[in-house]
């Protein structure tokens, strides 16, 4: 059984689910969230945030001492993460419906398993994505489970290094890979 999220301070402070009219306490109220819903998405394995759904969860709905982050304010919080943490905060969307959380940063992620390709002499080999998240090679390793998004995008991050190429497949998990 997985240990039981630990909730920072703050999430039990009231004032924390109030926008703060001050410019560097909201700034500090801001980081104070996107360290928090990194955390939360890390734990629970979230890759995807359904900012439409997003203040009814417990993530921004605090029933201990009943307060919430209405949900304008959900998505003011999380379209100035985007701006102000581009690598660990992506919209998928115009419409900011859906935002991509990332615990690490593409480039992170993709050092992380270009490591793992190197060291286990897979250089030259061609893999599909779902190889990389849940086949027997990526069993044990950081990786293994990531989601299809932030996957693409660490790929995406070795493509820019030359270490890997992209090709495509019938479906994400059919896409490909080749390691240089």
Known sequence: MAAAFEWPWQYNFPPFFTVQPTADTREKQ?????ELITAYCKHNTIEVLNLAEASSTELFNNKKIS?????QAVVDTVSALAEKRPDNFMF??????????MWRSPQEWGSIIYNWVDST???????TLYELRCGDLAAGQEFEGIGVESLRRALEALEGQSKAKMFEGDDDDAQGVKFC
């Open 30 to 34: 801001v980081e104070a969230w996107g």
């Open 67 to 71: 307060r919430s982050l209405n949900q």
């Open 92 to 101: 998928l969307d115009g419409n900011k419906d859906r935002c991509l959380v």
């Open 121 to 127: 002499g897979q250089n030259g080999s061609i893999m």
